[in-house]
T-cell receptor
Framework: QKEVEQNSGPLSVPEGAIASLNCTYSDRVSQSFFWYRQYSGKSPELIMSIYSNGDKEDGRFTAQLNKASQYVSLLIRDSQPSDSATYLCAVKTGGTSYGKLTFGQGTILTVHP | DADVTQTPRNRITKTGKRIMLECSQTKGHDRMYWYRQDPGLGLRLIYYSFDVKDINKGEISDGYSVSRQAQAKFSLSLESAIPNQTALYFC?????????????FGPGTRLTVL
C-alpha cells in the first residue's frame, strides 16, 4: 500500500462547479497535511495546510481532514479554467522537527468553460 | 530574485556521464530536499538535509549522492547517469518561524539521459 494515495484522474468539471479531490494516507501518527498545486512545467506551490480534524476554508478552497478515516480532501468552489492543474496531496511523517513530506501521485484537474 | 534557484534548468547528457545539479536558496532555511518527479508517480524524495552536517537518504537514493556545501547550497550528483534517471528534479527548502512546515520549491531541472 502506498503511503499517500490519490486518484490520478483526470478529473474534469465544468466552470463554476465544485471540484472534489481526495487523498488517503497510511501512517496513523501523521499530523500535518498539505495540498500543493502544480501547473504544467512549473514547480509545486502550497495552497492549503490542515492540522486538525474538520474543515479549513481559504477563499474558494476548503480542506477537510478526518484522521480516524485517514482521509483528507480539497474542495474547490466555483471552479475556474485557471484552476486546471495537478493537485498534489502531501503528508508529513516523522516528528515535528525532523518530519518529511510524502506526496501522492497527484490528481489532474481540468476545468472546462 | 527567486528564493530558491536551480541550475541548470535543462540538461541533456549521455549514459555514464557524471552530472551535478545545484540548488541555492536565500530564504535562510536550514532544511533542504531533493525530489524527482516522473509522470504518474508524484514527487519522490531522493535526499534531505537538516543542516550542513546532517544528510539523510530518502526513498530513492540509489544512484545519487549529495553535498551540502553551506546552509544555502545543496547539490545533487549522478555519478554515472542512466536513462531511467531522466526526470524532472526539484529542490525544496523548509524552515522559518512563520510557516515551519511549508516547503518551498525551486523551478526544477529537466534532465534527459540518452
Amino acid at each position: 500500500q502506498k503511503e499517500v494515495e490519490q486518484n490520478s484522474g483526470p478529473l474534469s468539471v465544468p466552470e463554476g462547479a465544485i471540484a472534489s479531490l481526495n487523498c488517503t494516507y497510511s501512517d496513523r501518527v501523521s499530523q500535518s497535511f498539505f495540498w500543493y498545486r502544480q501547473y504544467s512545467g512549473k514547480s509545486p506551490e502550497l495552497i492549503m495546510s490542515i492540522y486538525s480534524n474538520g474543515d479549513k476554508e481559504d477563499g474558494r478552497f476548503t480542506a477537510q481532514l478526518n484522521k480516524a478515516s485517514q482521509y483528507v480532501s480539497l474542495l474547490i468552489r466555483d471552479s475556474q479554467p485557471s484552476d486546471s492543474a495537478t493537485y498534489l496531496c502531501a503528508v508529513k511523517t516523522g516528528g515535528t522537527s525532523y518530519g518529511k513530506l510524502t506526496f501522492g501521485q497527484g490528481t489532474i484537474l481540468t476545468v472546462h468553460p | 530574485d527567486a528564493d530558491v534557484t536551480q541550475t541548470p534548468r535543462n540538461r541533456i547528457t549521455k549514459t555514464g556521464k557524471r552530472i551535478m545539479l545545484e540548488c541555492s536558496q536565500t530564504k535562510g532555511h536550514d532544511r533542504m530536499y531533493w525530489y524527482r518527479q516522473d509522470p504518474g508517480l508524484g514527487l519522490r524524495l531522493i535526499y534531505y538535509s537538516f543542516d550542513v552536517k546532517d544528510i539523510n537518504k530518502g526513498e530513492i537514493s540509489d544512484g545519487y549522492s549529495v553535498s551540502r556545501q553551506a546552509q544555502a547550497k545543496f547539490s545533487l550528483s549522478l555519478e554515472s547517469a542512466i536513462p531511467n534517471q531522466t526526470a524532472l528534479y526539484f529542490c525544496a527548502t523548509r524552515g522559518g518561524s512563520g510557516s515551519p512546515d511549508t516547503q518551498y520549491f525551486g523551478p526544477g531541472t529537466r534532465l534527459t539521459v540518452l
